[in-house]
């Protein structure tokens, strides 16, 4: 386990409209504003897009993504947090369910997708956690590790 001790800073409530993409829009607002780091709470509506719901095999040393597409409108929340890169800039992590009808999808968004009408989000800020995202060879992605 690996922790970081932080406090709670501004809180944002976002109106994100229609076509704007995520991560994208989040990554924009949080370097527009300063903010390192937070914790993301979404809901609204998810257009088109694709996200990520699982590897292909779990059991494989390289990761090899399900990519899902979305293609039309869908139910969205979701959750994240915010934390810089390795050059300092915002990048999201936001898992969310996505729904339709009576079918439901679970997926992360770095993929991208677009909001569909409109979503609201609330971003509070974490202040003094020292924690970052660096490209692990092992997974070949970023992951959260120490500054």
Do not use: Q
């Amino acid at each position: 386990m690996l922790v970081s001790e932080g406090k709670m800073g501004r809180i944002f409530v976002i109106r994100l409209e229609d076509g704007e993409r995520l991560p994208d829009a989040l990554e924009a607002f949080a370097a527009e504003k300063g903010l390192a780091a937070g914790l993301c709470v979404l809901l609204g509506g998810a257009g088109d897009g694709n996200i990520v719901a699982g590897p292909v095999d779990g059991e494989a040393r390289k990761i090899i993504p399900i990519v899902l597409a979305l293609g039309e409108a869908h139910e969205l929340a979701a959750v994240g947090t915010l934390f810089p890169d390795a050059e300092g800039a915002p990048r999201l992590h936001m898992h969310g369910a996505f729904g339709r009808g009576n079918t439901a999808r679970v997926g992360c968004v770095r993929r991208g997708v677009d909001i569909w009408r409109l979503a609201e989000c609330v971003v509070i800020e974490i202040l003094d956690a020292d924690m970052v995202r660096k490209v692990d060879p092992a997974f070949g992605f970023e992951i959260l590790t120490k500054a």
